[in-house]
């Protein structure tokens, strides 16, 4: 960590050609290259049907806000309509259902509520590319000066338009989470320490903790990196430790006691905020903030004994408030869901899973972060900015880590191996303008500068497959629907229960958030892990003999059921059991308590009005 006083000097000569003129070149910079972004995603999302975005989540989240602009309580995160009577308590947060409803409601005064969802809809996702590319810019000008501007905002502009997670329509909260973590990691990389600095990347922490508990993994190593630098540091970090602990253990308290309900603050579940994320966040920060106010002055090796009796505290308080967050929290999954469900999700795939069934993707997933830490590697055995390489380091590895195991950690490695490949990219294009005849300097770069693209890898192994056609769809791991079975999930194919009395609706879970956003009905089933009960009842459903299945469905007060013959779950549950009710539906057998009701002629959705008895 001997560089630090090092990348300080550099960053003051760099500083010094006028502060002011690089701040005003940034902004000016990152918004022109929002603006591309904007103007390629706009272009990108041309043609489009639907105003919501492919992925299940998009169309949950509208009848999430829908339901909060219909006065559902802002501590009422039950959705009514999703599973077994009584509902079903889901794990997202008010933070991202608040800007959404926010603008709908402003859109509501001069449109009318489809266009204004329409626009809303649309602005969401591309306002958040600006401050998204600002903290990459920033972050690339603090480690690489206005040309490492330039680079990370490039290499993220890429990343943007080949993860799908800005188009119009996206509002799932993946690219909130994003720009958080990008946020994070431009703060963290402050080599003057500025309390300021840090306290921002408290704020963003806690609010990644509050939004979704995918990003918690990374907000742990991005506290153990602070933690860490106070016990090398000592006096010189105080401050920002100070800072980062007092905001971290505030901001994280503001919350948990604004999203959570009073009659929920003694629960601890492992995919929200809940006593257990909190109890061992506010312990961590505290234990840091009264390490650095009166540890700081300590010798380095007491420092790093403190940093070692903190480290057990939290432990402890993990042990004692959450033990079972310490693993998979899907871990509890009935098989059957396993098997009919998890496995067939693409953001739940391990590299193994998507070796096997993709391996075209396996470059875009995994390639860029690997070379990203091997870089950061290289970088630290020659002393080259140690300490910087060292955090991008621990950054990156627990990212790429989680994607090995689910592959919807490898866009946030994707996006965490931007800065250290940033500094890659600029060392080879200086190489290669010291000499301007040397071809192989030239060629290096260029193949350096591809190769730190996952679009590029993404394009290679399409190309390798002869599938170029799909690659890209498949590599932005949003769960987007197969035009074979977008008839079922569209307001065009659903119009046949749309203006029935509302009932209970029998479906796969896959046709569950489209339902619930068309039609007034009660859906036993939905992409959901909060759902088990309803899920697998649908599931017994579909694979029981029909005779048995009516029971299965009167017991769970169902009054539709939805065939669809062209979604892969059905196709499975057909396949395993062939004289279950969805094979034999599949066959042209209809069971005498269900009533077919009128579709279009050669729709290839079918419903069906389960008789009373």
Known sequence: MSDAVEMRHITAASEKSGASSLLSSLWFVALLYSAAVIAALLALNYGATDYVGPDNDDAMRLVEVRDLLAGQGWFDMMQYRLGLDGGTLMHWSRFIDLPIASLIAFFRLFATPERAEALALTIWPLTLVIPFMLAMGLLGRRIGGLPGAHVALGQTALLILGCGRFLPGSIDHDNVQLGLV??????????????????????????????????????????????????????????AARAFGLTLTVAISIAFFTTVPPRLYSAVTCDNLSLGFYGITSVGGAALLVSAIFASRLPRPWRFAVLAANGALVLATTLVLAPKCLRNPLADLDPMLIQFWLNSITEAQSIFSVGHETPEAVGAFYAVGLLGMVVCLFRIMRGERVELHAIFLALLLVNWAIALVQVRGALFANLLAIPPLTLFILDLRRVSNADSDNVAAAFFYVVGVLISVPSVWAFGGGLATSNIANIFSKTSTVAAVDDSESECVSKQGLAPITGLDPGVVVAPSNLGAPILRFTGHRVLSAPYHRDPGGMLTELHIGLAIPSEAEAFMRGAHATILVYCPNDPQTAMVAKAKPDGLYAQLGLGRVPPYLERLPAPEKAKVQFFRIKAE
């Open 182 to 239: 990008a946020l994070l990691t431009a703060m963290l990389v402050d080599q003057k320490f500025r309390p300021a600095s840090y306290a921002v990347a408290a704020v963003a922490a806690a609010l990644a903790i509050g939004i979704g508990a995918e990003t918690t993994p990374f907000i742990a190593v991005a506290c153990i990196v602070v933690a860490t630098l106070w016990a090398w540091e000592g006096q010189d970090f105080a401050p």
